[in-house]
């Protein structure tokens, strides 16, 4: 059973979460250079099985794509054109970076440790793969 690894892309730094093999429970993994996300995904999937790739989906509060897009779909087209087999699957990201945040307010962490923004981006990227777990479910 392999795990499903979701990616909240951002132009400087991607925050990255995955489930447990069961696919039971999402964890925050890291937080990674974008520019050295499909390498790091790339090593990653020669550890561990993954069996489905899920992208933070930016919109605008109007449903448009946000303009972040011009950086995600060539990233997320990389890894289609490199993992054939692979499903990706979009999951609107709206409002995650304040759910996020809001979440680490919740779970008692410091200011100090809030204002990380690879945190924050790991975090995000949990949301991201835990939102797409309950979707999945219906």
């Known amino acids: 059973m392999g795990r499903i690894l979701a990616i909240d892309y951002g132009r400087k730094k991607s925050g990255l979460a995955v489930t447990d093999p069961m ?3 999402a964890n925050g993994l890291t937080t990674v250079p974008s520019h050295e996300l499909f390498d790091f995904i790339v090593k990653y ?5 993954v069996e489905r790739i899920v992208v933070g989906y930016p919109t605008q509060n ?13 990233f997320v087209n990389r890894l289609k054109k490199n993992f054939k087999d692979l499903p990706i699957e979009w ?8 759910i996020a945040f809001q979440a680490m307010i919740d779970g ?4 100090k440790a809030r204002q990380d ?13 835990q939102t797409y777990m309950e979707q999945s479910r219906i």
Do not use: H, N, Q, W
Not at 91 to 96: C, S
């Open 91 to 98: 999951v609107d990201e709206r409002f995650t970076s304040k």
């Open 108 to 111: 008692g962490l410091k200011k």
């Open 117 to 129: 923004k690879a945190m924050v981006d790991k975090v995000s990227a949990t949301i991201i793969l």
């Open 23 to 25: 696919k039971i429970i």
């Open 45 to 49: 999937m020669k550890e561990e099985e």
């Open 62 to 74: 109007s449903g448009e794509k946000s303009e972040s897009m011009k950086y995600i779909e060539p």
